[in-house]
Structure formats: C-alpha cells, structure tokens
C-alpha cells in the first residue's frame, strides 16, 4: 500500500514537471521576443514603436505568471522572478513618457519657429534639451537664440501700430508695420497690416458717405455706407446711417432690417420712429418703453392718441364695410385691426360670428365648386378649427367630383379631416341618430371608400396620374395609422393633427417647428411617400419615386436612410445579395434603429443561402451577412464555412497546423458552440498531440513519448502512438533486429497506452500480457 501511495506521489510529480516545463518554455519564449524586441531600439527620442511593442510583451508575461498555478508554483521556488517582468515594464514606461514628452515640446518648438515665435520655442527646446541632449536640439536652441532680438523690434513695433489704430490714425500705423514685416513676416503682423487697410479704406469711404448725405444725395451716401458695410459687417455706427438714410427716403421697411440686433437708444428710438410712420403704435411703444430722454417721453403720450384715434377710425372703416356689404374688405380691415391692435372681442366676435358666416353663405350660394374650395381652404388656414376644416373637405369632395384633377387636393383635405374626425362638431349632434353617438370608426370606413372609388377610375385612364394619386393616397392613410394616437405637437395646430400632406401644403402658412428626430418624422418629409410605400411592402415603388436630392435636416436623413435600408432587403428578397451590398453598406450604422432589422435580415438572408451552391460564394455571403448584423445565425453559418475553408487548406498543406489552429480558435469566438468549428480544432489538437509524441519517438525518448500518450485526454492519440509500437515490435520481430525483451517492452508499452483496446488483445495475449 506505502509503495502504491509513493508511485502516486512520483507520478503526479513528474505529471507537475511536466506542465511546469511547457509553461516555463512558452514564458521564455514570450520574454525572449521582448527582450529582442527591446534591444531593436537605437535610442531615439522621437521613437517609441519598439519600446511599447516589448512592454505589451512583458504584460504579456506578467499575465501568463498570474494566471497560471503552475508558474505560480515555479515562482515560489524562485524558478521565476515575477519582479523582473514589473520593474522592466516600469522601468519601459518611464522611458516612453519621457520620450513622449520630448515628442511634444519638440514638434511644439519647430511650430513656433514656422510661426516665428522664437522665444517659445527657445523655451521648449530648452525643456527637451534636459530630457535628451541630442545635437539637433542644440542647434535649434543656437537657431532660437539668434533670432530673439529681431522678434523682440518686431513686437516693439506691432504694439506701437496697436496704439496708433486705437487712436484711429490708421495710415501711420500702416506706415509704421509695413517695413518691419519685410525684415520679419508674421502672421499676426500681416493680419494686423490687412485690417488697418481696410480700418483705412472704410473710415475714408464713411466721411465720404456722411458727406454727401449732408448735401442731400441720399442715394450716393447710401451706397457709400454699404461699402463700408462690406469692409466691416460689424461697425454699428454705419448701420444706424443707413438707417437715418433710410427715413430720410422714405424707404421705412429698410429701417428695421438695418437695425436688426443693434443694441442702444439711438437703434431703439429710429426703429420706433419707423414703427410710427408704419402706424405700428404697439411696437413704437415697446421700442421707446427704455427710453428715459423727456422728449421721447413727450412723443410717447403723443404716441397714444395717435393709437386711439387710429384705432376709432379703423373700427369704424369696419362698420362702413359691412353697412355696404363690401364683406370682403370688411374681414380684411378687421384681421389688419387685430395684427396692429391686438384682439379685441368686439371686433372679433363681429368677425367670426357675422362677417366670415356671411362670406361663407354668399360663397356656398354661388355652387362655384372652385372658388368655394379655395375659399373653405382659406378659411381654415386663417381659423384653424374643425368646422373650417370640415368644410373645406366637403367643398373638395365635391370640386374633384366636377374636376378629376383635384382629386390630390381632396385626398389631402379629406385625409387630414379623417385624422380628426372625433373632435368634427357637424358629427356630434345627427338629428338622424337620435340618443346614440354616432359610429366614428365605422363613418371613417365608409368615407375612405368614397375616396377609394374616386381614385379607381383613373387607372384606366391615364396609368402614371393614377399611380401618382395612390401614392399619396397610401402616404396620407400610412400616416393616419402611425400618427392618429400619438400627442405630436410638432405636427398639430390648435390641437388639430396635421397629416403629412397638409403638413406640406401650407408649410409656409401655419405654424411650424422644426422636426424631431422620431421614425414617424420620416413621412413628413419629401421622402414620405416613398417611406410610405416601404413600409407597405412595396419598396420596388418607393425606390422609382424617393426624391434624388440629398437630404438636409434630420428627419430626411432618416427617411433617406430608412428607404435605403428597404433597398438592400428588397434585394435579397429577389436572391440578388451582392447588389444588396452597397444600401447596406450606406445604412451599416443605422441598421438597429429600424424595428426588427436584425430578424427580419436573418429571415432574408437565411433564405438566401438556400440559393448558393458555390463554395467559395458561400463564404463571400456569410462574410456579409455577418458584416453587416453579427447576429449568432450569421456568426453560426460564417464560422461553419470558414472551419471547412481552413480544412481544405489544411488538407493541401496551404498552411500549417498551428495556423489552422490560430485561425480556428479565432472562428471560435465568433461562435463558440459550432460543432464543425469545435470538431476541427479537436482533430488538429489529436494530430499536434500525436506528431509531438512521434516527435519524442524519433529522438529515442521513448519512456516520456510513453508518458505523454499514458496521460493523454485524447483516445485516438493513445491509440495511434500504441499502434505504433505494436507495429515497431511486429516490424523488429519479422527483421528479427529486436530483441524478445525489447519487443516485450513496446507491446508492453502499448499496453500501458492502451489497456483494453481489442484490437491489440490478441498481440497482449500473444506475449503473455493480462
């Protein structure tokens, strides 16, 4: 029992030996490289490459050493020294970051002698010469030196002209820079020398203008002012003159423009002045509010009669208007009254309640289905609530019923009105469904089928107008469904939902802001209908009608992307990958940001490799499929082609095992569970196990070939290398260049290797092996 116990003790001894020696040999064979790695450097400041590439290798060893029980083992014994590999690296680091350091100050000193700041320079390379006293650094800090007391008159003579241009005396400070910039050229000299020119020019080109503005050639000043204007945007004064000049000829509009963000009273009292003469009373009065001079207070109570009496008369233009019958000028006398004053409930209730019904009764009399439309059309862009809305939808319908071409127009009215046909009074109180309300859903149905029937005869009329109506009808009832529920304010005017039609037909007459960047933004932008008919399923159209220019603002990029994305599936759809590529390509990044891309490229994709029969193409798709998702599908079947790529190079010695197996156990972290993957790289192992024992074989170690393949976890390496001896004895008996006893010790071997393989029982019992 004492003898089992120690033969135990002994071998795991030497099993511990064993895997000690192999990771001793691959930790030399790691610091071997950093060390030569290392000794390549030939001391260069201004290089670091060789220098980090031997620290990672250090690190390297460092990790192996504390990683490993088994060098951790040898380092207790002092076998290994894990200090050497720390000190070294810190030792490296140090080197580098002062090498970095010397990089910096050095290329910052020969920029600043580029620049001609010699003193700067002087300073850094004086700091790098501590770190590394090279004789180029030396030279450059002689370079530095000599030039110090030219840049020191140069500097001298820049403030002077500083002085001088603050002072106003532009020409003598011109005088006085030009010839120093001839001995020393710099840049903030040559851009001190350009702006007093221009200082120069513009001063000269401003006494000319206020000249001639004195003697009354409005005209003449005006552009003289401009010029100035072009020298300098910024001179404030000249915008105040072109302001005067501006009242001065009448041209009040011009006024406000000229003035725009200028700050002080003199801006704030002419922008009042013009707001007067435009009988802006309202903003005059903002304007002069600040202004604390006594006459402007004066002109400010004067500012309020005039308003009154403005007002009373307005009012009563107003009355006249409608006493006529000229209701047309009494709305528009009345929108002007609230633009001006404010609203005022008198007058707008006389408005909506009297004027505007009477418009729309007159208007609905005359059955003059166009003017009616344009008319109902107007009306809600100045109202914005649901009755003007409805009618302007009712006044389509039946314009497009008269004149087919108006049929897009009715499809933007009525599907805009769908959109909100729970907040239509005309359907909350139907005198024909007394005591019930009244079924929205189902009225919507029944409306888009009046539309639908519309649309439909057109196909056999003219084909393309037809397909144009579709895609817009489709754009609309997309959005419809997208948007109906969602609290857009974006894209609603007084709580009323704008479909994307409407949104752009009267882009410039409602109020608007600006997209956010959300995926139903897409349809409100000229890619809508395209996005539309993606999202329906019919990319091939969207692709014929998206627009072909670049998109600008967010939501278009998105739209554009979106569509593109569309593109490269529409593709493999038709089993076409390759031109799939290039939309891909474009939207890579953006991908995930489309609902279930990943799944449905999966789907597609998986599809398609049904089609390929090729290997070589097999590999080529399953590159871009994983490419572009990286999805475990994809990983799965990339990894799969590419451990049956490795086999066949294998199999024509295009490569070694050992790149095999590298490559392999790259594949494997694609997809660690792929059994033609794990299957390869267990079959290489088997071989390099093997090929290491046969190795030991040929160089007559015998006994620790024997031990390897004893302790192997592999059974067909025991197998083959106890094959290998019985086939060594059978060989040494038939030559009968063996020796029974040798003979008797490879069988026995095998025996060891292999204890109870059939195969080789008949030769154990042969030699009377149990």
Request: hydrophobic residues 40%; proline residues 3%.
């Amino acid at each position: 029992m004492l003898i089992l116990f120690l033969f135990v003790i002994i071998i795991g001894a030497i099993f511990i030996a064993i895997v000690i020696s192999s990771e001793l040999s691959k930790l030399t064979e790691i610091f071997n490289r950093a060390e030569a790695v290392k000794n390549q450097d030939r001391g260069n400041p201004l290089e670091r490459d060789r220098l980090e590439q031997s620290v990672k290798l250090y690190e390297q060893c460092n990790r192996l050493v504390m990683k490993s029980p088994w060098l951790q083992i040898a380092a207790n014994f002092k076998i290994v020294d894990k200090n050497t590999y720390l000190n070294t690296i810190t030792r490296l680091d140090r080197e580098i970051e002062r090498r970095q350091h010397f990089k910096v100050l050095y290329y910052q000193g020969k920029k600043q002698i580029d620049d001609k700041y010699f003193d700067l320079a002087l300073a850094n390379f004086s700091q790098a010469q501590q770190l590394f006293n090279t004789d180029e650094i030396a030279l450059l800090i002689i370079q530095c030196d000599s030039q110090l007391e030219v840049q020191k008159k140069y500097e001298l003579v820049l403030n002077r002209a500083k002085i001088l241009a603050r002072e106003g005396k532009f020409q003598l400070a011109v005088d006085l820079l030009k010839p120093t910039l001839i001995d020393f050229d710099r840049i903030d000299g040559a851009t001190l020398l350009n702006k007093l020119k221009q200082a120069f020019e513009a001063k000269q080109r401003f006494a000319k203008g206020l000249q001639l503005e004195r003697s009354g050639k409005l005209n003449d000043a005006k552009n003289y002012y401009q010029q100035v204007l072009d020298i300098a945007p910024d001179l404030t004064e000249c915008q105040i003159r072109l302001a005067i000049v501006a009242i001065k000829s009448g041209d009040v509009s011009e006024v406000l423009s000229y003035l725009d963000n200028i700050d002080g009273e003199r801006a704030a009292y002419l922008r009042g002045f013009a707001c007067v003469i435009q009988s802006n009373w309202r903003q005059a009065d903002k304007e002069w509010h600040s202004l604390l001079h006594p006459e402007v207070k004066s002109q400010r109570q004067h500012l309020k009669t005039l308003a009154r009496q403005d007002r009373l008369l307005t009012m009563q233009k107003i009355e006249q208007f409608v006493d006529d019958g000229d209701l047309d000028r009494a709305k528009q006398t009345s929108l002007q009254f609230i633009s001006k004053f404010g609203v005022d409930p008198l007058v707008e209730n006389n408005l909506y309640g009297h004027i505007q019904p009477l418009l729309e009764t007159h208007i609905w009399k005359t059955q003059d289905w166009s003017l009616i439309t344009t008319t109902a059309e107007q009306f809600w862009l100045e109202s914005q609530d649901m009755s003007s809305l409805h009618n302007w939808a009712v006044a389509s319908y039946y314009q497009a019923h008269q004149d087919p071409d108006k049929i897009a127009d009715l499809i933007i009215a009525w599907s805009t009105a769908l959109a909100n046909i729970d907040r239509d009074p005309a359907l909350k109180d139907v005198p024909w469904f007394p005591n019930l309300p009244p079924d929205l859903a189902q009225i919507a149905i029944n409306l888009i089928e009046l539309l639908e029937k519309l649309i439909d005869p057109i196909k056999d009329k003219n084909l393309g107008r037809y397909l144009q109506l579709r895609d817009l009808y489709r754009w609309q009832i997309v959005a419809l469904h997208l948007t109906k529920n969602l609290p857009h304010t974006q894209v609603r005017v007084n709580q009323i939902l704008m479909l994307p039609g409407s949104y752009q037909r009267h882009a410039h007459t409602l109020p608007q802001s600006e997209l956010p960047d959300e995926s139903w933004c897409r349809l409100y932008t000229n890619w809508g209908p395209a996005v539309a008919a993606c999202i329906e399923g019919d990319t091939n159209r969207g692709l014929q009608i998206q627009p072909q220019t670049k998109p600008v603002s967010v939501a278009e990029k998105s739209a554009k992307s979106f569509i593109t994305y569309h593109e490269g599936c529409y593709y493999l759809q038709q089993y076409n990958w390759r031109k799939a590529i290039e939309p891909f390509k474009q939207v890579r990044s953006e991908i995930n940001n489309f609902p279930k891309s990943i799944d449905e490229i999966d789907r597609l994709c998986g599809k398609q490799r049904q089609e390929i029969d090729k290997f070589e193409e097999h590999l080529e798709f399953a590159q871009f499929w994983y490419d572009l998702v990286a999805s475990k599908t994809a990983g799965s079947y990339l990894a799969e082609y590419k451990a049956m790529q490795v086999s066949g190079k294998l199999a024509e010695e295009q490569i070694t095992l050992n790149e095999g197996l590298n490559q392999l156990l790259q594949l494997k972290k694609i997809d660690d569970t792929n059994p033609v993957v794990l299957d390869t790289i267990d079959k290489i192992e088997i071989v390099q196990e093997t090929n290491n024992i046969i190795d030991l074989i040929k160089q007559n170690r015998l006994e620790e070939a024997v031990r390897r393949a004893k302790f192997s976890t592999r059974q067909e390496v025991k197998y083959r290398i106890a094959e290998i001896l019985i086939d060594a004895s059978i060989a040494g008996a038939r030559n009968r260049r063996s020796s029974r006893e040798e003979i008797l010790q490879l069988v026995s071997w095998a025996q060891e290797i292999c204890p109870y393989e059939p195969t080789f029982m008949e030769v154990y019992h042969s030699l009377g092996l149990n």
